[in-house]
Every structure is written in structure tokens, then in C-alpha cells.
């Protein structure tokens, strides 16, 4: 029985409890919170009898063996460490952190403690993105040429709002793409991008990859409904392309009678979320079940090309990563 600790019992939190108490063979131990509240909820729903602790009680106790960090970006380095400082297998959200320097040092610590990391870049786990990676591996468009990936949802607002501490829509959410281009495609060599409001809100890039095709990433934190992907991949032999609005099998919409604010959510009654699939191989990992679904190095190489895309748009120039 692998025993786990979440820190970070926010809206990803209870996603991830949810998940664990899905999974065979593992068991929500433990939850950190600073919001006692967010915590009594989720153990109401899905952990009654986890104890209450501190993160860093958490990372150090015996009776914890791996830990699920589901906190702000800023905070993710500090806890990381400490976690696998203490022989922890770890499940880190993206990104993986805000500075470039921090995820270089995870990466080695996580291999030099022969630990687990593992971080949440989510579209691995997207049954469709998994099946486009394995047509283009096939060879089904030839030899790619173009690529053209979108994302679009509200603006999350809280801590978000910060770029200093988000990264804004270019950290936080474009460098899903940037993970999936990389995972996909092969290595990224040239990136120019430009955004609107300091990349709070909206942000288009162009990447150059070493083999030569050329990729359009658009995000957006001003879109208002669906939460909205699409994917388009031309190559010499033939075209790919998904839509996610066009196989949404439920939708659902609520008002909020407080605020007058409209939520949408999308469910599948068939399909497991993508974030479950992607913790699910995390704690197979750790229980030395199979592979790591998305492992530290090539978090930090999404990592680069979000700062790149970030450099770019400070310098107006194309960022040719090294």
C-alpha cells in the first residue's frame, strides 16, 4: 500500500483525491492546506480519516511515500526539495517551477535520490494527443510540416493575476503545448511570441523546431465557456486534426446565483479524466509498475521554451533556446 501526502487541497487538490481514492493499492494518508476549511471539504468527500498536517510535516514523516504537490507555483521548488530530500517519490504540478535554475536542480536531485518525479503536463494523459503522437510516430501525415495547437478558458484570477508569481497564460498554460510539441515533435530551436497585458490574458507563439517544422501555439485566459482545445498537423502525406468541442459527449453549465458568474464544465461518462491517467502512472511509477508519464527533464525542457516565449515577448525578438 503506497501511503500519500497532497499538499494543496485547492480545486487540482480534491481533483487528485479523487483520483487516489480510484487507484488500487494507494491510500490518501495526509493533507496540507493553509485553508482549513478547502481541507475538511475534501476529506469529507474523499480522505475522512486522513490526518491534518503541515507541508513540511508531510514531506518529513515516515509514514508518507510519496507526496502530490498541488500548490502555487512559487511554492512548488521549496517543497519539491524537501520532499525528495526526505526520500519521497513526488508528483509535482506544472509547471514545474517559476525559475529555470529551480527545475534544473530538481531534475538531478530527483535522479540522483532515485526517486519518482513526476510533473502534471496533463495533454500526455488525453487519450486523442496520444493517439496523434502515435500516428505521427507511424508515419500517417509524413513528414510533419506545420503544427498548429490552441487553448482556451477563462482567466483563473487569484494568485494568477501575479505574473511575477504565474508566469501568466504563457507559463501556467501554454507550456502544455510546449510539452506536448516537444514530446510529439522533437526539440524546439527558435521561439517568438507576443502577447496582450504582460501575458496575463492572451499569448501567440511561433516555434521553430530542430527538424525543421514550424509550430502556431495560441493561448488564451479571455475565452468565456467550453474549455476549448484544438490540434491541427499538416504534413507531406496527409493532415491531422482534433477539435475537443466536437466530441464533448455532456455538457453542463451553472450559474452562480451570488456572483452571476457562469461556470462550464465538460464530462465524459466513458473516458477517464486525463489528469487521473497521468497520476495513475505516477503512482505505478513509484511502486515500480511501469514508466514515468511525464518525467522531470522533459518538464524542463517546456520549461525553457516558456521562458523563451517569455523573453521574446519582453525583447520583441525571435529567443533561440541553446
Not at 170 to 193: K, Q, S, T, Y
Request: net charge negative; glycine share 8%.
Amino acid at each position: 500500500m503506497l501511503r500519500i501526502g497532497l499538499i494543496g487541497a485547492g480545486n487540482l487538490g480534491k481533483a487528485h483525491a479523487e483520483s487516489i481514492a480510484h487507484i488500487p493499492d494507494v491510500k490518501l494518508t495526509a493533507i496540507a492546506d493553509i485553508d482549513d476549511q478547502a481541507i475538511q471539504a475534501l476529506k469529507e468527500q474523499w480522505a475522512n480519516d486522513a490526518a491534518i498536517m503541515d507541508a513540511n510535516q508531510i514531506a518529513d514523516s515516515s509514514e508518507i511515500d510519496a507526496v502530490i504537490i498541488a500548490t502555487p507555483t512559487p511554492l512548488h521548488y521549496q517543497q519539491a526539495h524537501r520532499a525528495l530530500s526526505m526520500k519521497k517519490h513526488v508528483y509535482l504540478e506544472m509547471p514545474m517551477t517559476r525559475q529555470l535554475k529551480e527545475a534544473q536542480d530538481l531534475t538531478v536531485q530527483a535522479s540522483e535520490s532515485n526517486k519518482v518525479l513526476t510533473v502534471g503536463h496533463s495533454l500526455r494523459g488525453y487519450q486523442e494527443y496520444a493517439m496523434i503522437k502515435q500516428r505521427v510516430a507511424d508515419g500517417a501525415v509524413g513528414k510533419p510540416g506545420m503544427i498548429r495547437l490552441g487553448r482556451r478558458t477563462p482567466h483563473p484570477r487569484s494568485w494568477y493575476s501575479n505574473i511575477e508569481s504565474s508566469g501568466g497564460v504563457i507559463l501556467d498554460a501554454m507550456i502544455h503545448e510546449f510539452d506536448f510539441i516537444n514530446w510529439c515533435f522533437g526539440p524546439v530551436e527558435r521561439v517568438f511570441c507576443r502577447n496582450l497585458q504582460e501575458g496575463a490574458d492572451y499569448a501567440l507563439a511561433s516555434l521553430k523546431l530542430k527538424s525543421g517544422a514550424i509550430a502556431h501555439v495560441e493561448s488564451s485566459w479571455r475565452h468565456y465557456g467550453q474549455f476549448h482545445l484544438d490540434v491541427e498537423v499538416a504534413g507531406d502525406k496527409g493532415l491531422i486534426q482534433y477539435d475537443n468541442q466536437e466530441s464533448i459527449p455532456m455538457y453542463v453549465s451553472l450559474t452562480d446565483p451570488e456572483k452571476g458568474t457562469r461556470h462550464f464544465f465538460t464530462e465524459s461518462p466513458v473516458i477517464k479524466p486525463a489528469h487521473y491517467k497521468i497520476m495513475e502512472g505516477f503512482l505505478n511509477a513509484a511502486q515500480g509498475k511501469g514508466d514515468n508519464p511525464a518525467p522531470p527533464e522533459d518538464a524542463l525542457a517546456a520549461l525553457k521554451i516558456a521562458h523563451a516565449a517569455l523573453e521574446s515577448v519582453k525583447t520583441r525578438q525571435p529567443v533561440t533556446l541553446g
